[in-house]
């Protein structure tokens, strides 16, 4: 999925009365400044067994979901991320046990992307985002 899918365009016919840049803009800098870390995390999550699949949550705005590793206010970005696991989502009801293996099959590597579920308020999903190239 394409972050510019997850936008709903209410413009409806006042496109040309000031449209609002996409909070995806300042997303994909933030991810881009985030990249090493949340590889780390990445890493670090399934190295230690805890999970083969781990999802980052990105937001604006206060979430109770994972735990927080980058935190916009200390780090003085637009967004925050917490690091959490398909199992949590799957235990919260996020992801539907049923759909479990549905979910599975379109997860990508984790060593080359960042699974990031992504919570605006038009709603959330899931994006996948590469890991910048050294």
């Not at 980052?56 to 690091?83: C, P, R, Y």
């Not at 992801?95 to 992504?118: A, G, S």
Request: charged share 30%; glycine share 6%; net charge negative.
């Amino acid at each position: 999925m394409n972050p510019e899918e997850l936008m709903n365009d209410n413009t409806g016919g006042d496109i040309n009365k000031g449209k609002k840049e996409s909070p995806l803009v300042s997303l994909e800098t933030d991810l881009k400044f985030f990249n090493e870390s949340i590889r780390e995390v990445a890493v670090e999550i399934m190295a230690e067994g805890v999970s083969m699949h781990p999802i980052f949550i990105a937001h604006q705005h206060e979430m109770k979901l994972g735990e927080v590793i980058l935190d916009k206010d200390e780090l003085n970005t637009e967004w925050s991320v917490h690091a959490s696991t398909i199992e949590e989502f799957t235990e919260r009801g996020i992801i539907k046990k049923e759909l479990k293996e549905r979910f599975l099959k379109t997860y990508k590597d984790p060593h080359e992307y960042m699974c990031v579920f992504v919570v605006v308020p038009e709603g959330a999903n899931f994006v996948y985002y590469p890991y910048v190239k050294e």
